[in-house]
């Protein structure tokens, strides 16, 4: 139960990150954040969290003595900031953004067996940039070598770009609680990740 997700919002009441129930409420216990009710939108510190009865059937964290709800969201009090709206480049998110697809012929495959491939490559003063990395299998990456694309008689399946997702908010659907959508635009869960 402490490993599951919390919605994190900052002052402005903006979802910024997700965090594990154990954290937040080691924030909510210094004081940096306040548990919010979804229902009735109330702020609650720790002791009047804990004096909220558990409903039946409720997930709760159990102590000697007491019973308390989860925090499903909670709000910073401090802290107004914005999450990064880039995407950091690094090889799990290119694999990510490439959908661990090839992007010469376009199969499918296991992490192991594709490779990152430079569209300039580094010898012709290439960088490692989002618009000149994607993922190739073994063979297109042999194929093409440290050649240009024209050179090599090759062409990628989708133009390289930085991915637009936000980052700040990566759960899986089967861990996202309903109560979020209170805070978090349906919208936002809906947009198509590049693949």
């Given at each position: 139960?402490?490993?599951?997700?919390?919605?994190?919002?900052?002052?402005?009441?903006?979802?910024?990150?997700?965090?594990?129930v154990?954290t937040?409420?080691?924030?909510?216990?210094?004081?940096?954040?306040?548990?919010?009710?979804?229902?009735?939108?109330?702020?609650?510190d720790?002791?009047?969290?804990?004096?909220?009865?558990?409903?039946?059937?409720?997930?709760?964290?159990?102590?000697?003595?007491?019973?308390?709800?989860?925090?499903?969201?909670?709000?910073?009090t401090?802290?107004?900031?914005?999450?990064?709206?880039?995407?950091?480049?690094?090889?799990?998110?290119?694999?990510?953004r490439?959908?661990?697809r090839?992007?010469?012929?376009g199969?499918?495959?296991?992490?192991?067996?594709?490779?990152?491939?430079?569209?300039?490559?580094?010898?012709?003063?290439?960088?490692?940039?989002?618009?000149n990395?994607?993922?190739?299998?073994?063979?297109?990456?042999?194929?093409?070598?440290?050649?240009?694309?024209?050179?090599?008689?090759?062409?990628?399946?989708?133009?390289?770009?930085?991915?637009?997702?936000?980052?700040?908010?990566?759960?899986?659907?089967?861990?996202?609680?309903?109560?979020?959508?209170?805070?978090?635009?349906?919208?936002?869960w809906?947009?198509?990740?590049?693949?």
């Amino acid at each position: 139960m402490l490993n599951e997700p919390t919605l994190v919002l900052n002052r402005s009441w903006v979802a910024i990150s997700t965090t594990s129930v154990r954290t937040a409420l080691s924030l909510v216990y210094r004081r940096v954040a306040r548990v919010i009710q979804p229902e009735t939108y109330e702020t609650h510190d720790l002791e009047s969290w804990s004096d909220l009865s558990v409903r039946q059937g409720e997930p709760c964290i159990r102590t000697v003595r007491l019973q308390i709800p989860v925090p499903e969201v909670i709000l910073l009090t401090g802290h107004n900031h914005m999450p990064r709206r880039t995407v950091a480049f690094s090889r799990r998110n290119l694999y990510r953004r490439d959908g661990n697809r090839c992007q010469f012929c376009g199969r499918k495959l296991p992490t192991s067996e594709l490779s990152i491939d430079h569209v300039i490559p580094k010898s012709r003063g290439g960088h490692t940039t989002w618009e000149n990395c994607v993922l190739a299998c073994i063979s297109c990456n042999v194929r093409k070598g440290s050649r240009l694309l024209r050179e090599a008689g090759m062409a990628v399946l989708r133009p390289p770009t930085e991915p637009r997702w936000t980052p700040c908010l990566t759960v899986t659907t089967s861990r996202r609680r309903a109560s979020w959508e209170k805070f978090v635009s349906e919208q936002y869960w809906t947009v198509a990740l590049e693949d």
